[in-house]
């Protein structure tokens, strides 16, 4: 099974799920029929739940969905084989429109009405923790990525020593982050001092704590940590950070925020003469997109952030044997547009799921579909995935650590700026693409 290039698709019609109660000589006459009854249609059929921001702040993750859900129901139109049954696979995409309770309400009707086997759920804790939660309280198998693990871990409440029975995750720790940022940093001189700006938002919350957030490592690392109160999102003034940043003679900024409130800082950091006196800017989900760079003009040329996932990326994809390139090309020659980092963690989130639901023997079994995740051991497009590598791969049991590089965006070739790494002291096996510069 391959994914192959997006093509007009029509989702398999299904019937419902339904127990339904026959007589002995019903059951033979329909088990005769060449024609399916709907009990036995629905019976053959799995379907996995599909949540994440389509619409809202947040829309830049998933901005490849489309792309990637049109492929994988084209891959999947003949079904796949379980145990000794062939089933077809009927994927459903909701749209959380960038909210955390709108995220819990679809996902719950993805339980409890469309009675889904397996949920993914992907792009920030404002979704991905509402649609493990309600995973968890369903008893429903649950797969998630694009979110530091500590957001889904703790920022869901659980300890080191007990954490979760339904739900998975696969993706970088905010220290892997933290270490890229200090990594870049420490290649180029400036004065230490270090300003801070974080959105109260789901990881926000736990980026800005002090004791589990920036503060502790950034600390350690030498810098002299200034975090003035975290801001709401949707804020139109930033005059007070600024200026506050100004009076410290921060140099290096660092934060977490969505595009849309980090572009409304940036113009402003520019207007009141802030970023005339930093050497580096490195922002967490800020800088993530090529429209959101594009929005700020030459503005963002300079501008770093972390690098989840490329082109460049050294992964083939277990399911397809597609490279990270191979992926990237193909998005960018059928959609015309550049290639984004969400692009390979949803590309290997339905990869997991498939995966999981090949080997799980008997897919309307919660608890078989859960053991089959527990016993991943997959190589996917963006590295690695198993939860029993035992080493700090697996830094709590529900957490898969993917690697994590350094990048900053610079003026393009192809695309008017493109994101090119430049620091892989945490992975080396991904290639450097160029130096870090300075802004300015």
């Known amino acids: 099974m391959t994914f192959k290039k997006n093509t007009q698709l029509t989702n398999i019609p299904i019937g419902r799920r339904k127990f339904l109660t026959y007589s002995g000589g019903v059951l033979a006459a329909a088990a005769a029929s060449t024609l399916p009854s709907p009990a036995v ?6 379907k996995i739940g599909f949540v994440s921001p389509q619409t809202g702040p947040l829309a830049p993750f ?5 792309f990637v859900l049109a492929n994988a129901r084209a891959a999947l139109k003949n079904g796949i084989k379980i145990g000794s049954k062939n089933y077809q696979v009927e994927i459903i995409s909701k749209d959380s429109q960038s909210n955390p309770n709108r995220a819990a309400e679809v996902t719950s009707q993805l339980i409890l009405k469309d009675k889904v086997n397996l949920m993914i759920g992907s792009s920030t804790g404002d979704t991905v923790n509402p649609v493990s939660d309600q995973c968890e309280l369903n008893e429903v198998p649950c797969v998630t990525s694009d979110t530091p693990w500590q957001i889904v ?3 869901r409440g659980a300890t080191p020593k007990k954490g979760f029975k339904w739900t998975y995750h696969f993706f970088w720790g905010i220290d892997d982050m933290v270490g890229n940022f200090i990594n870049m940093w420490d ?3 400036s004065n230490k001092k270090l300003g801070s700006l974080i959105a109260n938002d789901s990881d926000g919350v736990v980026a800005g704590n002090p004791k589990m957030g920036f503060r502790p490592p950034m600390t350690g690392a030498g810098y002299n940590y200034i975090q003035p109160p975290i801001f709401n999102p949707g804020s139109n003034d930033f005059t007070a950070q600024i200026n ?9 900024l660092t934060g977490l925020a969505v595009p849309p409130d980090f572009a409304t800082f940036w113009t402003q950091a520019a207007q009141q003469g802030l970023t005339k006196q930093l050497k580096a800017a490195t922002f967490a989900k800020a800088l993530l997109f090529p429209p959101a760079i594009e929005a700020l003009g030459d503005r963002g040329v300079g501008l770093t952030s972390e690098v989840w996932w490329s082109p460049s990326h050294p992964f083939k994809s277990g399911l397809t044997g597609m490279s990270a390139k191979q992926v990237t090309d193909e998005y960018t020659s059928t959609t015309g547009k550049q290639w984004t980092q969400p692009l390979g963690f949803k ?9 999981v639901l090949k080997r799980c023997g008997d897919p309307k079994d919660p608890n078989a579909i859960l053991n089959a995740i527990e016993n991943t051991n997959y190589n996917s497009i963006v590295g690695p995935i198993s ?12 957490a898969c650590r993917t690697p994590l590089v350094g990048g900053q965006w610079k003026k393009g070739k192809k695309f008017k700026y493109d994101l090119v790494i430049v620091n892989n002291k945490l992975a080396p096996e991904i290639p450097i693409g160029g130096e870090m510069d300075k802004l300015g």
């Open 347 to 355: 590309h290997a989130n339905i990869e997991v799921a498939i995966d």
């Open 244 to 252: 506050l940043f100004k009076k410290e003679g921060v140099e290096v």
């Open 187 to 189: 290649s180029i001189d």
């Open 62 to 66: 998933g901005e490849t969905d489309k």
């Open 153 to 155: 871990y703790f920022g």
């Open 387 to 398: 939860w029993k590598f035992g080493d700090r791969r697996n830094p709590v049991k529900n």
């Open 41 to 46: 249609h629905a019976a053959s059929t799995v």
